[in-house]
């Protein structure tokens, strides 16, 4: 199914926005009521985004009872991408991705699908990272820095009049007794984006 925004936030870093921001931020967000026969659907083609923790392989193969019947990679990872692109998301954020496998085809197959995309630095041995991916025909990446808990991806609207697209990419903390650590993790990243980055409109995915 596609997703669609449905929050996006405007960060004035210079000054009051122009008008031409204030419309391009907008339509980001904005759902459009359509008259149906029966009933009136909200339609909004603006901006789509998939958000979706995929599972790193090593954590179902090393727990089989706790992740009953998952397949293996090698068939796991067509499916993963045939169900992308039928969503035709314009930003896809993934989380749980082995580095291994997106160096071995991942990003591969999605740039056949259509998209770039980049995987969070993280330490050596790492099972996992988040990966965010863009639709290459709309989007050019600008800015990007990776932290322990999420990736920062700046990507410029080729189709927006250039503005700017701060899109965080998150796999914060878990474990339900550690609500703080979530916070904590989260606001660090904002905190970066709003301090080093100029942009119009910030997405979350996660």
Known sequence: HRSTVVSASFVDNEGLPSQDEIKWRDNLSTAVREEGNDKDRLVSDDLSLLSWNILTQSFADNNPTHYPGIQPWEE?????????SDADADVVFLQEVSPTTFDA????????????????ETNKGAEHAVATFWKRHRFVLREQSSRSRSMIAVLEDTQGQNHLLATVNCHLEGAPFKPMARLTQLSHSLREVSMKYSHHALVLGG
């Open 105 to 120: 085809g991942l990003l591969l197959s999605m740039k056949s699908a259509g998209y770039d995309g980049e995987i969070q």
């Open 76 to 84: 796991r990872v067509s499916k993963i991408i045939g169900i992308i």
